[in-house]
C-alpha cells in the first residue's frame, strides 16, 4: 500500500494518464472491511472531473483466485466487471488497469449509497427504489441462465455444499464460541454438525444461479436516476434467493416483516418464478445461512482484523436469524436448542 506522503504524487499521475489536465487533489474514501482502498482524485481541467482510484494490497493475484482454463492470471474484479459490462449490467466503468503498480482508474459513481438514501425513507418511498435493486437481480441471474461463459470467474465457483458448511462452521466458531463463549456438550455439537449438514446440502442441491454474492445496501450507488452495482468480484453460483436475501435481511437496513412480503413476491413476479412455495422456503433457508455467516463473520472481522465497526451490527443481524428460526423447518430445532441454551438472542 502507498505512503499517505506518497499518494498524491502517484496517484494524480496515473490518473492524468486518462483524463488529462493539470494539479489534482486525492481523496482516501472511508473504507469497509475490503483489503483495497479507495480515492477519489480530481484534476484541474480533467475529463472526467473525478476518478476513483482502487488500490489493491501488495501482490494481488497471489491473494485472489486467479481464472482458469491456462490463462494468465487476472484480477477477479476486472474478469467479472468486463463480463457484466458486457452483459448490460450496469457496473463502474474500467479505464485504466495497471496491478504492477496495484492500481485500477474506476467510474466515480459519487457517495449516494442506496443505504442512504432508502434507511430513512417510508416504506411507499422506498418501495420503488428496492424494485429498482430487484430488476437488477434478476436481469443478474437472466445473464447468467443466457451466457454461461466459463471465461468468466464467476462460473467456475459456487456455494457447493463445503463452502455453505465452511461459513456455517464459522458462525459456530466466532459468534457461538468465541463471541457468546459457548462450550458446546459432545451431543450439543453432533446435533448442531447435523443440523447444519442439512441445512447446507438443501441449499446445495436447490437449482444454481448467478449471484453476485454481496447485494446489499453498501454495494449499490444511486447515480441520478441509475443504480449502479460495485464489489462484484466475488460473484459465483447460488441459490435463485441468495441476492434477495442479501438485499431484503440487510443488516445495514432493517424492513418491516411486510415490506420483505412484499418485496419477494415483486422479485418472484420481475424473475418469472412459478414455484412461490417453495421459493419462499429457499428464502427461509437462505435467510438462516447468509445471516449465520453475517453474524460470526462480523466478530471475526474485530478480532482478527482488529476492525471492530461491525459489531454495531450484531443485534438486527440476530434479530433477522430469531425471525428465520421462528419459522424453521422441524430438522432446525435441534439449533432452536442450543440457542436456547447458548445464545437465546438468536432464538426469541
Known sequence: MLDKARLADVLVPFVREVTGGAEGAVETLVGDASSRRYHRVRVAGGTPASVVIMELPDEPLKSE??????????????NVQRYLEAGGIPVPRVYKADLARGLIALEDLGDHTFESVVKDAS???RRPLYRAAIAHIARLQQLGRQNADPSCVAFGRRFD???????LDHFREWYLEAQRGARLAAAERSALDGAFEWLARELAAAPAVLVHRDFQSRNLMVLGDELRVIDFQD????????????????????LSPDEVTTL??????????SHQAEFRRLFLLQSLQRKLKDIGRFVFIDRVRKNPAFLRWIPPTAGYIAQAMRQAPPEMAPVAEIFERHAPELIK
Open 264 to 273: 419477494v413476491g415483486d422479485f418472484m413476479a420481475a424473475a418469472g418464478v
Open 123 to 125: 416504506p411507499a418511498a
Open 65 to 78: 483466485e486467479a481464472t482458469g482454463g491456462g490463462a494468465p492470471p487476472e484480477l477477479p474484479f476486472l
Open 161 to 167: 455444499e463445503p463452502l455453505l458448511r465452511w461459513e
Open 235 to 254: 460473484a459465483l453460483l447460488g441459490t435463485e434467493a441468495y441476492d434477495l436475501v442479501a438485499l431484503l435481511r440487510d443488516s445495514y437496513v432493517v
